[in-house]
């Protein structure tokens, strides 16, 4: 766990360790002011004969100077060594009563104390408060059971003012530190998370541009491929016109394709009229286009719709079936053998049904390239919503089928 001490502009080098103290490689500025702070003023103090315990002493007045020294030593390393500070800083205040005594060596005390607290090891932060409090308790139940008086109670309320006071408040303060640091680090978790949910989004709607860009183009292009390739291997003026009448069909409908792409991605504005989806009454108009993309192919294309008529889907289902006939009809044109095309829809269970099968083999004539990313978003289309995708070749058929959920749930998959 890291932590953060001190946010001053003159850092000093440090080390962050594990358990939760900071190693410093030299002294804090602060430090070092309180350091020379606290033995001018305790200096001054036994200069001007002004000492904390009377005649309560058994060594000469100067020995009150050395836990003074020693005392002010340590605030040096309060940041560094907190531990160590608190033990030979507890030795050197109960030194001090053994002199003259000097109040500079209590203050610094009671800093040390906070400093152990706030800069120490989780598990002393948490101990020395309470244990400070139980000192605090047990020095004043003993002093006045011992004194018997009402004064003995004082020496319990310095005991707390030196030792449970600096502790609580130190303890505050981390408290109230550490919990700021837990607030920062759940925001930047927040919009760490944020910004992969935005990542993940944006390449989702990419993936999803990408898989209606390949399924509203490729159609048209590929029949383009086909009939540019056939216009210029057979040299024939008749056979050039029909191939550049289909070029010109289809490049038509291709740009009508693309403007209604751009259309879907805008943002539609309030006087312009939503840009139509493809649904499945289009069907037939597909197949019709498609008989004259693959004509030249020696290819028929033939439609089954065993819909109920009146039920109505989805709109991401619709447009995902749509796009499954769309790709599996531009397979078909770029790689079929010749023969007919079925393509089969029907609707039973809730579930929406669509099947393609093409003859497979090889074919004469010229062919298209494929890339293979029409198979994968056939896929990506009928995972998103939850259905079951296969397309595989069997004997001499290449066989489409994608099974799609048809209730109204499904629209929240999109």
């Known amino acids: 766990m890291y932590s953060r001490i001190g946010c001053c502009a003159e850092a000093p080098v440090r080390r962050t360790v594990l358990d939760g103290s900071v190693t410093f490689s030299r002294p804090h500025r602060d430090d070092v002011i309180l350091c020379a702070a606290s033995l001018f003023l305790g200096l001054a103090l036994w200069s001007l004969g002004v000492h904390s315990n009377g005649s309560r002493h058994l060594l000469p007045d100067w020995a009150a100077l050395v836990p003074l020294g020693v005392l002010g030593a340590l605030e040096l390393m309060r940041r560094s060594r907190p531990n160590i500070n608190l033990v030979i800083g507890t030795a050197a205040v109960v030194a001090d009563q053994f002199t003259v005594g000097n109040l500079g060596s209590v203050l610094i005390f009671t800093d040390l104390m906070y400093a152990a607290v706030v800069y120490g090891p989780p598990a002393l932060a948490r101990r020395l408060p309470i244990s400070t409090g139980l000192i605090t308790v047990a020095v004043t139940v003993t002093a006045v059971a011992w004194l018997q008086t009402p004064q003995a109670l004082l020496i ?94 289809n490049s038509v409908q291709g740009l009508a394709e693309m403007r209604r792409l751009i259309g879907l991605l805008r943002e539609t504005a309030a006087d312009e009229e939503p840009v139509a989806v493809p649904s499945l009454d289009g069907l037939g108009s597909l197949l019709e286009q498609a008989r004259t993309n693959g004509s030249a192919s020696g290819l028929d294309f033939v439609l089954e719709d065993a819909r109920p008529p009146g039920e109505a889907l989805p709109a991401p289902v619709e447009l995902a079936a749509y796009r499954i006939v769309q790709e599996s009809l531009t397979n078909a044109i770029k790689h079929a053998a010749p023969g007919t095309v079925t393509v089969r829809v029907g609707r039973s269970d809730g579930l929406l049904t669509v099947a393609v099968d093409s003859p497979y083999g090889e074919r004469p004539g010229p062919r298209a390239p494929g890339s293979g990313s029409g198979l994968v978003g056939m896929r990506e289309r009928t995972e998103l919503l939850g259905g079951e995708f296969r397309a595989a070749a069997q004997g001499t058929w290449w066989r489409v089928r994608a099974v799609l959920p048809a209730e109204e749930k499904a629209a929240n998959a999109w």
């Open 156 to 249: 319990g309320v310095i005991t707390g003012i030196v030792s449970f006071g600096p502790a609580l408040t130190g303890a505050t303060l981390r408290n109230h530190r550490e919990a700021a640091e837990a607030a920062r680090l759940r925001a930047e978790q927040t919009a760490l998370l944020a910004e992969m949910d935005r990542s993940q989004a944006v390449v989702a709607e990419r993936a999803r541009m990408a898989r209606e860009l390949h399924d509203m183009v490729a159609n048209h292009l590929s029949a383009i491929a086909i009939h540019s390739t056939a216009a210029l291997s057979i040299d024939s003026a008749e056979t050039s016109r029909e191939a550049l009448g289909v070029i010109r069909e």
